[in-house]
């Protein structure tokens, strides 16, 4: 079953606005992470968060995690057309010896 | 500091036929996965290798199998393909194995089988 789901499937914005990402998962984790890709390209590692933690920056890139929830969130701020992307989380179970498991993604679109 | 490698980026083969894809890690990364994406199913696990040793495995059938040489360099074969094969092969390096340190893909090799 699929551990790490996100939401929404798609989101299409206008440059400049805030894009925010959310993902869900079933099962303890040791870490939740963020992965954008572009199209038909390997994925790019953004943010690893820890279970024992709720909140990291980077960038324009703010990430959440709320355990008892099972959700994080992804907030890209300020976008740009070069933010047009998929973006995926992947959580590790504790029960599957910290093997990661993907979401099916969410598919970001800037509009310029 | 140079990038996760794959080679091929492409490649067309028939069915029934055989293929081995390779991947070289960011120099100083011993832990090696794969995994396969395609646009039904997504980014599903294949194999984790670190120190040459298989540390994971997904749910793949045993066509799919792997290696990894003390190089830490790690190939993938699949044998006997079949259509629904056709995906993208990405591959990902990391200083720690498992989920403990983020992983660094290659662009992949697009294997589509005719």
């Known amino acids: 079953s699929q551990q790490g789901e996100e939401d929404p499937q798609a989101l299409s914005i206008q440059e400049g606005e805030n894009a925010t990402m959310n993902c869900s998962y079933k099962?303890?984790?040791?870490?939740l992470q963020w992965y954008r890709q572009n199209s038909g390209r390997g994925l790019v590692h953004l943010i690893l968060?820890?279970?024992n933690e709720r909140e990291k920056h980077s960038g324009r890139l703010r990430v959440t995690l709320d355990t008892s929830k099972k959700s994080s969130s992804l907030l890209i701020t300020a976008s740009r057309a070069a933010d047009t992307a998929s973006y995926f989380c992947?959580?590790?179970?504790?029960?599957?010896?910290?093997?990661?498991?993907w979401g099916a993604g969410t598919k970001l679109i800037i509009k310029p | 500091k140079a990038g996760v490698t794959q080679t091929p980026r492409y490649l067309i083969k028939t069915r029934g036929q055989q293929v081995t894809l390779s991947c070289s890690p960011i120099?100083?990364?011993?832990?090696v996965s794969w995994y396969q994406q395609t646009p039904g199913q997504g980014l599903q696990f294949l194999f984790e290798?670190?120190?040459?040793?298989?540390?994971n495995k997904g749910n793949f059938p045993g066509r799919f199998s792997g290696r990894q040489f003390s190089n830490s360099r790690s190939e993938m074969n699949v044998s006997t393909l079949e259509l629904g094969d056709s995906a993208l092969y990405l591959c990902?390096?990391?200083?720690?194995?498992?989920?403990?340190?983020?992983?660094?893909f290659g662009n992949g090799t697009r294997l589509t089988v005719t």
């Open positions: 990902a390096s990391s200083f720690l194995e498992g989920s403990n340190s983020p992983l660094h």
């Open positions: 120099s100083g990364h011993r832990s």
């Open positions: 290798y670190f120190s040459e040793t298989q540390r």
């Open positions: 099962t303890s984790i040791n870490n």
């Open positions: 968060i820890r279970s």
């Open positions: 992947a959580t590790d179970r504790k029960d599957s010896n910290y093997q990661l498991i």
